[in-house]
């Protein structure tokens, strides 16, 4: 059974620092242990929008504008856990950031951060940045 529960988020000022976590169970991997995994936020009523990605096959991370330099994408294999390491963190930071995953035999730069991409998610946790 595939599942992912993430964990880390909290209420910061603006400037503050947070690390969200996401543990993946080893099922979303595919036989070559590859895999598409990204970090996602949405505030209500607007739609969900990709933050950051990475291919496990490579390394290799995505990064939508809006936090490049600032967020960090990384992956530990050995605990199965994806990070979101947020900087500098803004107001407009603000939502539940959701963690998601899917088998995947290659990176594509137009999907890595696209919602529709992918077939597995977590429950979400929230990430409040006051000014």
């Known amino acids: 059974q595939v599942q992912l529960v993430e964990s880390g988020g909290d209420s910061v000022q603006s400037g503050g620092s947070l690390r969200l976590s996401c543990v993946v169970s080893?099922?979303?991997?595919?036989?070559?242990?590859?895999?598409?995994m990204g970090w996602f936020r949405q505030v209500p009523g607007e739609e969900r929008e990709g933050v950051a990605a990475i291919f496990t096959g490579d390394g290799s991370t995505y990064y939508v504008d809006s936090v490049q330099g600032r967020f960090t994408i990384s992956q530990d294999n050995v605990k199965n856990t994806m990070y979101l390491q947020m900087n500098s963190l803004k107001p407009e930071d603000t939502g539940m950031y959701y963690c998601?995953?899917?088998?995947?035999?290659?990176?594509?730069?137009?999907?890595?951060?696209?919602?529709?991409?992918?077939?597995?998610w977590g429950q979400g946790t929230q990430v409040t940045v006051s000014s």
């Open positions: 998601a995953a899917r088998p995947c035999l290659r990176a594509t730069a137009a999907t890595m951060t696209s919602p529709r991409a992918y077939n597995y």
């Open positions: 080893r099922y979303i991997y595919n036989n070559n242990n590859k895999a598409c």
